[in-house]
T-cell receptor, first 119, second 117 residues
Framework: AQTVTQSQPEMSVQEAETVTLSCTYD???????LFWYKQPPSRQMILVIR??????QNATENRFSVNFQKAAKSFSLKISDSQLGDAAMYFC????????????????FGKGTHLIIQP | NAGVTQTPKFQVLKTGQSMTLQCAQD?????MYWYRQDPGMGLRLIYY???????DKGEVPNGYNVSRLNKREFSLRLESAAPSQTSVYFC????????????????FGQGTRLTVV
């Protein structure tokens, strides 16, 4: 079974600075997807960024970028120019990709990192 | 565009009562999921359905049943609620495994906060 580990229960950063959230995962598969989701106090789960395992290039979405290290099974999220609206829980998630007529589906989530933005 | 709609948003049950959480999506997705979120635990998969008429157990299926009524709707039933089932429940949908990267994300409902006393 896959596991996702987020080792930082809480992180704090000054507004306008950069912060990196860590995520490691364990899988025996070679092809999969990785995601970062944001959950503000409203409870809504919002996709921040996605990464395909077979693509070497790190994904970026505006102020959000990832550092994907496949061999190390590491998938960290960097938030640049932090804004007050970035304050939320952030979850790293894994989903296997190949569909060969069976096998489990669904996202496996880490336990989350609570990001605090200091004004 | 409603996306994924869950009802109810809040519910209080007494131990032993039963209830069904409803979920519907309008994105024509084949795959649907039920997760529970507990403090400090992240989201854990209860059941999923890869297509209409099929369901499979996830990580924490005990105490729950599901029904994939049609392509749009996927319900979660608690037959005899227990305090350990106090949680926030999320329904989600997505394209199936094997989809292109732009279509593989899961879309979530707003969640149901369930308290069992």
């Amino acid at each position: 079974a896959q596991t996702v580990t987020q080792s930082q229960p809480e992180m704090s950063v000054q507004e306008a600075e950069t912060v990196t959230l860590s995520c490691t995962y364990d899988t025996s598969e070679s092809d999969y997807y990785l995601f970062w989701y944001k959950q503000p106090p409203s409870r809504q789960m919002i996709l921040v960024i996605r990464q395909e395992a077979y693509k070497q290039q790190n994904a970026t979405e505006n102020r959000f970028s990832v550092n994907f290290q496949k061999a190390a099974k590491s998938f960290s999220l960097k938030i640049s120019d932090s804004q007050l609206g970035d304050a939320a829980m952030y979850f790293c998630a894994y989903r296997p990709r190949p569909y060969s007529g069976g096998g489990a589906d669904g996202l496996t989530f880490g336990k989350g990192t609570h990001l605090i933005i200091q004004p | 565009n409603a996306g994924v709609t869950q009802t109810p948003k809040f519910q209080v049950l007494k131990t032993g009562q039963s209830m069904t959480l409803q979920c519907a999506q309008d994105m024509n997705h084949n795959s649907m999921y039920w997760y529970r979120q507990d403090p400090g635990m992240g989201l854990r998969l209860i059941y999923y359905s890869a297509s209409e008429g099929t369901t499979d157990k996830g990580e924490v299926p005990n105490g729950y049943n599901v029904s994939r009524l049609n392509k749009r709707e996927f319900s979660l039933r608690l037959e005899s609620a227990a305090p350990s089932q106090t949680s926030v429940y999320f329904c989600a949908s997505s394209d199936p495994r094997g989809a292109t990267v732009m279509n593989t994300e899961a879309f979530f409902g707003q969640g149901t906060r369930l308290t069992v006393v």
